[in-house]
């Protein structure tokens, strides 16, 4: 079975930075593009990030632009999500997820395949 865990959030003051980290296990992902989602409470969910299958290109929402880089070891299985100059609108449970289909930039999130449970993040003032 495909399974895909995120790690890293946590409680962390306006302006701090946190790393996310989202290992697979099941199959490679070598291969694949995969996508940083996130979803504050009471909210829909929405695009974060997204990066191909070697990592030369990346593409994230504009809010999140110039703030969060993502990046990917394929030997380790690993994609992480490096979050800087966090502000508390960036509260949120944050969700990796693995396209099957294409190697490329994908930013919608109903053509992923498999998803992560989650990662809470709290920004606090």
Do not use: H
């Not at 409680?11 to 199959?27: I, T």
Request: contains cysteine; hydrophobic residues 35%.
């Amino acid at each position: 079975q495909v399974q895909l865990v995120e790690s890293g959030g946590g409680l962390v003051q306006a302006g701090g930075s946190l790393r996310l980290s989202c290992a697979c296990s099941g199959r490679s992902i070598s291969t694949n593009a995969m996508g940083w989602f996130r979803q504050a409470s009471g909210k829909e969910r929405e695009f974060v990030g997204t990066i191909n299958w070697n990592g030369a290109s990346t593409s994230y929402a504009d809010s999140v632009k110039g703030r969060f880089t993502i990046s990917r070891d394929n030997a380790k299985n690993t994609v992480y999500l490096q979050m800087n100059s966090l502000k508390p609108e960036d509260t949120a449970v944050y969700y990796c997820a693995l396209d099957l289909d294409s190697w490329e930039l994908v930013e919608q999130a109903y053509l992923y395949d498999y998803w992560g449970q989650g990662t809470q993040v709290t920004v606090s003032l």
